[in-house]
């Protein structure tokens, strides 16, 4: 089965940022819609950044103007820069994969996931 490959969390103090990577080989990058999820302790996983083929980019309210989503259709991957972290970012991130996705919130509409990427902010 694809797997996607996630990288860049880590532990990092209030206030600093981190870019997460995330690479999905073997497949026609280009056509597929990008999501982040994460997921906190106790919590349900939840979306995060989404981005289109057509590089269209939705983000959740807890993260927008903090964060950016991008791609690299030559390198098979996408970036999520995150800014001004807070404690309350802490969670395992995933990435997913949607064909021709519309750049949905809903976890549904994925098909392909990562193992996820543990971030840890510390205040």
């Known amino acids: 089965q694809v797997q996607l490959v996630e990288s860049g969390g880590g532990l990092v103090q209030a206030g600093g940022s981190l870019r997460l990577s995330c690479t999905f080989p073997?497949?026609?990058?280009?056509?597929?819609?990008m999501g982040w999820f994460r997921q906190a302790p106790g919590k349900e996983r939840e979306f995060v950044a989404a981005?289109?083929?057509?590089?269209?980019?939705y983000y959740a309210d807890s993260v927008k103007g903090r964060s950016t989503f991008s791609r690299d259709n030559a390198k098979n991957t996408v970036y999520l820069q995150m800014n001004s972290l807070k404690p309350e970012d802490t969670a395992v991130y995933y990435c997913?994969?949607?064909?021709w996705g519309s750049g949905s919130r809903s976890r549904s509409s994925y098909e392909h996931w990562g193992q996820g990427t543990q971030v840890t902010v510390s205040s």
């Open positions: 073997g497949r026609i990058f280009s056509r597929y819609a």
């Open positions: 997913a994969a949607s064909l």
């Open positions: 981005i289109t083929s057509g590089y269209m980019t």
